[in-house]
T-cell receptor, first 114, second 110 residues
């Protein structure tokens, strides 16, 4: 069974550039969440989307945006990249938003900002 | 959303039972408790989830006392492959915001 897939696996950008990360959820899952994980820390919640609508947002600046498409895949966009945006970006999908709900994580996209 | 507190690290030996306790003093009525495992350079993997009392699956047990202000993840007969970071989360029914703590780095020795 195909799990959550993310692309690209690695990415190198320079300060001020923009980046788009992509996520495909498990078939049948309608919720996608995005997390940022800096080395040595736990994942930090960025967004959750369910049925193409934003359901939750973490404490990230407006440079971070996301959307979910009709096929439930999702993109995370980060504008005006800063050195501090270097991290592992994780996508997780689940059947629904909230409640007793298991999230399935992808392998992540490793973003390096130089 | 309730903040969680876990030990930073724990050490144990192969074949032992390991118990990791998480404090969540401000847990709300509708919150669930979930544990994830994460290996280096991989996404977290769901271990177990519960609301109250005891939950058991094929890999772990979760003990939640009546006041629900803490929970304990129990890993029976650990092996070297259980070396990982373990995260305790408290999520509400809407899951509009999900907070991972810093996790517990578990090291298993031969």
């Amino acid at each position: 069974d195909a799990g959550v897939t993310q692309s690209p696996t690695h990415l190198i950008k320079t300060r001020g550039q923009q980046v788009t990360l992509r996520c495909s959820p498990i078939s049948g899952h309608k919720s996608v969440s995005w997390y940022q994980q800096v080395l040595g820390q736990g994942p930090q919640f960025i967004f959750q989307y369910y049925e193409k609508e934003e359901r939750g947002r973490g404490n990230f600046p407006d440079r971070f945006s996301a959307r979910q498409f009709p096929n439930y895949s999702s993109e995370l966009n980060v504008n005006a990249l800063l050195l501090g945006d270097s991290a592992l970006y994780l996508c997780a999908s689940s059947l629904q938003a909230g409640g007793p709900n298991e999230q399935f994580f992808g392998p992540g996209t490793r973003l390096t900002v130089l | 959303l309730a903040k969680t507190t876990q030990p930073i690290s724990m050490d144990s030996y192969e074949g032992q039972e390991v118990n990791i306790t998480c404090s969540h003093n401000n847990i709300a009525t509708n919150d669930y408790i979930t544990w994830y495992q994460q290996f280096p350079s991989q996404g977290p993997r769901f271990i177990i989830q519960g609301y109250k009392t005891k939950v058991t699956n094929e890999v772990a047990s979760l003990f939640i006392p009546a006041d629900r202000k803490s929970s304990t993840l129990s890993l029976p007969r650990v092996s070297l492959s259980d070396t990982a970071v373990y995260y305790c989360l408290v999520t509400d029914s809407s899951a509009s915001k999900i907070i991972f703590g810093s996790g517990t780095r578990l090291s298993i020795r031969p």
